[in-house]
Structure formats: structure tokens, C-alpha cells
């Protein structure tokens, strides 16, 4: 994700001290309000590891089903947030690249994913790695497994995509 913010920023189309809330007005008022586009990409921004207990339904497939409205939405209802001045591990939250997904996807005019695809992973040659994995290359991928070690299908990232839905063989 911060690789594609760095590509719009290379071409001059976003600003590392943007306001996040310049590509999403709907942001604006709530507790992201001044929050940059590069304190959301160092994980500087202060935002919590995770906030959308209330808005899973499935844990074996926790994103299927969350729109950008209701990521939105969960986002303006935030408690304050604290910036902390550098990158740590206690910091480190998965709810800020999607934010960064949702600017380069209005930014670019294409989906995260085929912003990506177009811009990184094409490139590179990188032909065995998707978002969404083909039935053709699905024997490539392991299974993934929850914490109680049960087999869970592929994730459907959607919104989150850009919080590690990438994935290569």
C-alpha cells in the first residue's frame, strides 16, 4: 500500500502531509481529521490495532461482507486518537492502509487492486500473485488457520485489501 502512495506521489498526484481527509471528505469532522496520509503509512497516525468487532460477522472470513460506507462510518466513530512520533510494534494498526487504499482508488480512478496490479506487480513479472487467488492457481496456496488451528478458507478482503489481501506463491 505505501508503495502505491509513493507511485501517486512520484507522479505528483498526492502529497505525503495530505490530509486524509482531502481524498475522503467523509472523514472530515471525525477523529482523523488531521491525520496525514504519511503518519497513516509509517503507522504514526496514533489509530488502534483494530475497531470493527461490531461490524464482523464471520470469523473465519472476517472482511466478506464490510462495505467502504460501514469501514467509513466505524472510522468517524473512533475515540481520540494519540500520534505517537515514530513506528513501533505497539503501535502498528491495520486500519490505516485501507484508508490509504480508499485514496488510491479515488486518487488513481482504478480499484486498489488493479491500481496495484497495474502499477506493481505487473511490472515486476510477479506472475503467480493476486488478490483474489484463480481456482486454476489455487493449489499454489496453503490454507490458513485460526488461532484454535482450524483450516479457514482464503480471506475476502475487499475494503482491507490493502491490509494484506496480496498474496504470491
Do not use: C
Not at 485514496?103 to 496495484?116: E, N, P
Not at 497495474?118 to 500473485?129: A, F, G, I, K, W
Request: hydrophobic share 40%.
Amino acid at each position: 500500500t505505501a508503495i502505491a502512495i509513493a507511485s501517486l506521489v512520484r507522479k505528483g498526484k498526492l502529497k505525503l502531509d495530505d490530509p486524509v481527509t482531502k481524498h475522503v471528505p467523509e472523514l472530515e469532522g471525525g477523529p482523523l481529521s488531521g491525520t496525514t496520509l504519511e503518519s497513516l503509512a509509517t503507522h504514526t497516525s496514533g489509530l488502534p490495532g483494530m475497531f470493527l468487532h461490531k461490524q464482523i460477522k464471520d470469523p473465519l472470513n472476517p472482511f466478506k461482507d464490510l462495505t467502504e460506507r460501514q469501514f467509513l462510518d466505524a472510522a468517524n466513530a473512533l475515540e481520540t486518537l494519540e500520534p505517537k512520533p515514530s513506528f513501533s510494534l505497539r503501535n502498528y494498526s491495520n486500519i490505516g492502509p485501507p484508508r490509504l487504499g480508499i485514496v488510491v482508488s479515488r486518487t488513481s480512478g482504478l480499484s486498489y487492486a488493479d491500481f496495484v496490479l497495474r502499477e506493481v506487480v505487473h511490472p515486476l513479472n510477479l506472475t503467480s500473485t493476486y488478490f483474489e487467488v484463480p481456482e486454476v492457481a489455487a493449489t499454489k496456496f496453503l490454507a490458513g488457520h485460526n488461532a484454535e488451528l482450524q483450516e479457514t478458507p482464503h480471506w475476502d478482503f475487499k475494503v482491507f485489501a490493502p491490509a494484506g489481501a496480496l498474496l504470491a506463491s
